[in-house]
């Protein structure tokens, strides 16, 4: 029993220790969408898509905050990063139907299938995608996570969290889970692994930010 204690102690200590190391990390590059610095590209996570391809709320709203951004002038393009990995899931098509259904230019919108998780997504964007300066988007309490990724991988990023999202449990659940990937996150950022997919670079954020409006 002693021995459970101070093992359950131990776990706390480290995950709470990841949890205040990533927030002081993004600390200082947390925005609105209206105060945010511009940038060249606006990133966007993946998140859940249903069976009939549209995406969640919580997807919708970062596409939403991304599109604001992009009509604005706050980013001259869009990356949007998520999971295709199998035939019957393919988030990146998702937002990218829902951004030109909204009237998104579809010139303006690149996309990247191999974005399995936000470590993944920010390693990516720097060393496929060449992204070197970037707005994120994702939720409030995913926000200082996926800041603090990116940044580590390379990327001058400030962030834009939605926090528009009724605090039901849902919300909790996916607060919840996003503090313990904290701990992920931080061995991550100290191991540096390589994402399950690289390849060559491409070009299609430079073209993206370099089409027409």
């Not at 002038?73 to 869009?78: I, S």
């Not at 259904?101 to 060449?130: E, M, N, W």
Request: net charge neutral.
């Amino acid at each position: 029993m002693r021995l459970g204690i101070w093992v359950s102690a131990g776990a706390a200590v480290v995950v709470f220790g990841c949890i205040g190391w990533v927030r002081y990390q993004a600390s200082d590059y947390q925005y609105s969408a209206d105060s945010v610095p511009a940038a060249e590209v606006g990133l966007i996570p993946g998140a859940e898509v249903y069976d009939n391809g549209e995406p969640s709320p919580y997807l919708a709203m970062r596409l939403d905050i991304g599109r604001k951004l992009l009509e604005t002038g706050k980013v001259k393009a869009l990356l949007l990063t998520g999971d295709n990995g199998r035939w019957s899931y393919d988030e990146p098509t998702a937002m990218l139907r829902y951004l030109v259904r909204k009237g998104v230019p579809a010139g303006k919108l690149a996309v990247d299938y191999a974005g399995f998780d936000t470590y993944q997504s920010c390693v990516r964007a720097y060393r496929i995608f060449g992204v070197r300066q970037a707005v994120v988007v994702t939720q409030d309490f995913s926000l200082p996570r996926t800041v603090a990724l990116c940044r580590d991988a390379g990327i001058d990023a400030t962030g834009v969290g939605d926090d528009t999202q009724p605090h039901n449990f849902i919300y909790n659940k996916c607060w919840l889970r996003d503090q313990l990937a904290a701990t992920k996150a931080v061995l991550n950022m100290v191991t540096h692994p390589d994402p399950k997919f690289l390849g060559n670079q491409e070009t299609t954020v430079r073209d993206a930010i370099n089409a027409p409006g």
